[in-house]
Structures are given as C-alpha cells and as structure tokens.
C-alpha cells in the first residue's frame, strides 16, 4: 500500500482486538483499543487520513526475536484450542497468565507487527510520531510467553530500527510492572537505554535501582502510594536527564496505564494527567517517536488515558469535556469486577483525573540517587 505523508502523528489500529479477550476471569478480558480507537474518533481527534490498519507479523518478521519452535506452538495452540503439558510447561502455555485464547496467536502477531509497521513508517523520515496502543507487550521472551504477553512488540520495533542503522533508541517503559523483556533483550547492547519505573516489589518483581545487568539500563522503582508530584521529580530529576545525554535517534515511550490510581494490578496513585505530562515532557529528546500502550485492567481508566495520550500527540490539551459520542462509548463499557459494578460518573462525564499531587518521598529521592550512581 502506498506509504502515506507525515501531515501530523500517525495511528495504528485494528480490529482484531474489538471482541477478543483472554477470557472471561482474566484482567484482559476488557476493551481496550478498540476503546481509545472509538474515544479518540467521537472526539473529533482521529480523522481517518490519520489512521493505518494494523500490519500482521509474519513469522520470519517474528523469528527475528522469537524461537521457530515458540512460534510454531503458538500457531498449533490457536488451530487446536489446547497445548500439551510439555508444551505448556516450556513456554509457559495454557495457564491463567498466558491462556489458550481463540486469537492468541493472531493478535500479538498483529501486536507485533504494529511495531514493526511504526518502525518502518518512522524509518523514512527524518522526523514524525506514530502511536500504536496495541504493542506494548514489554514481558514475552524469546521463547516464552510472559505477565500476558506473548510477542514482545517494542523488541521487534526496536529491532527494526537498529537494523535499519539506528545507532541509538531510547526506550522509556512508564508501565506499573518493570519492562524486564526489553531490558533483557538489549541487555548487551549499548545502542540501546532502557528506562523503567515501575512499581518496587510488583510482579515480576525485578527490575531494582542497583541492577547493572544491561550494559545501559536504569530501573526506577517507586513505593506504593506513587503520586503526580514524585512523577514530575522523577521526570526532572532522573529520565530526562537520561535521556539528553543519551541523545537518541528515536524514543520508544511505553505507555501503561497500569499505574493510575484506579488499575487493580498495582497500589500506585498517579492520574491520568501525570501520563499526559510525562509523555509531553519527553517528545522533546528525538525527532522520531514511537508510542506504544502497555498494562491497564480498568476499561474506563485505560481507554480515558490512551485517548488522552493521542491527544497530546497532536498538540490537543485532553482536559476538555467528552463530546455526547464520547460519553456514550465511555457508558457503553462493562467491567465484571466490584468497581464497575457500580462506576463513579465521573468516568463517564469526563476524560481528565483530577491531578493527585503529594510529597515527595525520600524514598523516592534515595532510590534515584541510587539508580543515577
């Protein structure tokens, strides 16, 4: 298909992920792309020449990071619904983390090739911005599936850029879980700086301030109770720093939503805001950019927070009230779990959190000393 012109940032969608889930017990078994699609189409932010179908990963594409054997089990999972114990076992099949799923395979392929695609479009120019909220699967393994990730998305697109001749690629994961995939796939590559906060203890419980196992790595890890104001310090005192001394030729932002206040998968406190800011605050440090999702088990939290992040991505302010189009996908949504038995309106009427500032801790001042030594 014929490559179109940068006139603004790009969107990746497709609908692959509109009615697939994990299943109905699993923290994936919400809508979440097919939300922010939808949210940021209702409000006006998404015209259609702004908008690319999503590229499906081939298996040569995924090869270059992925096992043949991993690959092929993936497939042979998908057509017979079922893995084998041994399968299972050695590449962590079949569980209540990575589930047999009627489109596990197809969609982190497309996931994947997401990635791939943005790495391509952002490779034929010298400049521009592409957001693909469905390829922040930052856990999987060359041969192992992982915390609901079974392609690693971000490693493909990095990958696609490094052998294209990319010398340097930031990439900052803002994900409650630490970006342990990534960071070890590039842990003996010094073009790439790998940039992680994640909540101190949270599963898969690495990713600590003292860890040098990469030849470029910084984790920060933050304590429960993480707020807006310990994000801004993290943002000036730490990452960006980081960042203008590495001077990167593209910056890979991995966007979870997982660390908002209302996710059920970590104790952390930010605001939809405090992701709006940081995004904002990093676009600066290179002139090609790739924007990918993340965790998020809140519907209205996830979808509210990724619109917004498009939103930013063009230069739009997201605090602004929903259109009734809006509004009507936000209460169109459903969540099995106590919360959404029971939402707070404001998860309808409006897209912005209030900010939810607080001190900042000397935790949180000890442990980027710690991690910056």
Not at 75 to 89: F, I, K, L, P, S
Not at 314 to 319: E, F, H, R, T
């Amino acid at each position: 298909m014929p490559v179109p012109l940068f006139i603004g940032p790009l969107f990746i969608g497709g609908e692959i992920y509109r009615g697939s889930t994990y299943g109905p017990k699993h923290p994936l078994a919400i809508p979440r792309v097919s939300t922010v699609i939808d949210l940021s189409r209702a409000m006006g932010w998404l015209p259609e020449t702004r908008y690319l179908d999503t590229h499906v990963a081939t298996e040569r594409e995924l090869a270059r990071f992925h096992t043949p054997d991993y690959i092929a089990a993936l497939r042979r999972a998908e057509a017979e619904q079922r893995v084998d114990a041994e399968t299972g076992a050695r590449h962590n099949l079949g569980k209540l983390e990575n589930p047999v799923f009627p489109e596990m395979y197809r969609r982190p392929a497309t996931s994947a090739g997401s990635a791939i695609q943005a790495a391509r479009l952002l490779l034929e120019r010298p400049s521009g911005i592409v957001y693909a909220p469905a390829s922040g699967t930052h856990h999987a393994r060359a041969g192992r599936a992982s915390g609901f990730c079974y392609f690693n998305a971000p490693v493909l697109g990095i990958l696609e850029l490094l052998d294209q001749g990319v010398q340097r690629v930031l990439y900052v994961d803002l994900d409650a879980h630490h970006g342990d995939g990534v960071e070890e796939a590039f842990a003996e590559d010094g073009r790439v700086l790998t940039v992680s906060v994640h909540e101190e203890g949270r599963w898969p419980r690495t990713g600590k301030a003292e860890d040098r196992h990469a030849v470029q790595a910084r984790n920060l890890p933050v304590p429960p109770g993480f707020n807006d104001s310990e994000m801004a310090y993290l943002m000036e005192k730490a990452i960006l720093p980081l960042g203008r001394a590495f001077r990167p030729e593209v910056l890979v932002i991995q966007t979870g939503a997982d660390a908002l206040a209302e996710d059920p998968l970590s104790r952390l406190e930010l605001s939809n805001r405090a992701l709006w800011d940081s995004v904002a605050a990093l676009l600066p440090l290179a002139p090609r950019i790739l924007v990918v999702g993340g965790g998020g088990y809140n519907p209205w939290s996830v979808g509210r927070c990724w619109a917004g992040i498009w939103a930013v991505l063009n230069g739009i302010d997201p605090v602004t009230d929903p259109t009734p189009e809006a509004e009507a996908v936000l209460r169109a949504l459903t969540w099995t779990r106590a919360a959404g038995r029971n939402p707070p309106p404001h998860w309808f009427t409006t897209l912005a959190d209030e900010r939810r500032p607080g001190p900042v801790r000397d935790a949180v001042r000890r442990m980027v000393d710690v991690a910056l030594a």
